[in-house]
C-alpha cells in the first residue's frame, strides 16, 4: 500500500510540474511550427513523383500520465526532469507513406527541412524490433523554441501503420488479459508483421512495374 501511495504521489507530481512548466504548450508549438513544413514538403514530394506518396501527417502530445507510465515502464524516475533527459516523444508526428521506398524517399527529404536539428535516426524497418514492429523514428530539437524537449517524427507505409495500431492496443491493454492469452495475440501479431512486410514488398514491386508501362 506504501508503495502505491508513493506511485500516486510521485504521479501526481509530475502531473503538477508538467502543468506548471507549460510543457503541453511548449510541445504544441513544436508540432505547429514543423506540422506545416511536412505538408509543404509532402505537396512538393507528390508533385515530383506524379501520385500521392504521403497519405496524410497526423500529430499528438503525450499527456502527463502517458510519460509518468512510459517512465516507470522504463525503470526510470517518474519525474519531469527525467522526462525531458530521456524522453523524445512526448511531441509527436507520424507521416504516412504509400510505399515502403516512400518511406525513404520521405525521410531524405525531413532530413532537408530547415530549423530542424536531427539528433538520432533509428531504421526500424531494415532493423524490425522483436515485435515485429517497423517504422523510422527521427528525433530532432527545434533550436528556435528554446527548449530541451525534443520531438519524435514517424514515417512508416500505410501496411505498417495498420500493423502499429493493433499493436499499440495490445500493448495497453495486456495488464486486463491473462499472460498466456498476451502472448498468444503478440505471436500472432508477429505473424502479421512478416507478412504485412512481405506485402509491402509486393505492392513496391507492382508499382515499379506499372510505372514501367
Not at 527525467?82 to 511531441?91: I, R
Request: aromatic share 6%; charged share 30%; glycine share 4%.
Amino acid at each position: 500500500m506504501e508503495k502505491e501511495a508513493d506511485r500516486i504521489n510521485d504521479r501526481e507530481k509530475l502531473i503538477s510540474e508538467y502543468e506548471q512548466a507549460g510543457l503541453m504548450r511548449v510541445c504544441e508549438q513544436m508540432i505547429e511550427m514543423v506540422t506545416p513544413m511536412l505538408e509543404e514538403m509532402a505537396t512538393q514530394v507528390d508533385a515530383e513523383y506524379d501520385r500521392q506518396v504521403v497519405q496524410y501527417i497526423s500529430t499528438r502530445v503525450k499527456t502527463p500520465d502517458s510519460i509518468y507510465n512510459k517512465l516507470i515502464r522504463k525503470g526510470r524516475s517518474g519525474t519531469i526532469q527525467k522526462a525531458v533527459e530521456t524522453l523524445h516523444d512526448m511531441a509527436g508526428i507520424r507521416v504516412v507513406c504509400s510505399f515502403q521506398d516512400d518511406v525513404y524517399h520521405v525521410m531524405k527529404e525531413i532530413r532537408k527541412l530547415p530549423g530542424l536539428k536531427f539528433i538520432k535516426v533509428k531504421d526500424y524497418i531494415a532493423h524490425p524490433k522483436q515485435t515485429g514492429y517497423r517504422s523510422i523514428h527521427m528525433i530532432a530539437e527545434v533550436p528556435a523554441i528554446g527548449t530541451p524537449i525534443r520531438m519524435e517524427i514517424q514515417v512508416r507505409s500505410a501496411a505498417m501503420n495498420y500493423w502499429a495500431m493493433l499493436d499499440h492496443q495490445l500493448s495497453y491493454k495486456n495488464k486486463k488479459m491473462d499472460e498466456a492469452k498476451f502472448q498468444k495475440m503478440q505471436k500472432e501479431l508477429k505473424t502479421c508483421a512478416i507478412e504485412i512486410a512481405d506485402i509491402d514488398k509486393k505492392f513496391l514491386r507492382i508499382r515499379k512495374n506499372i510505372d514501367r508501362l
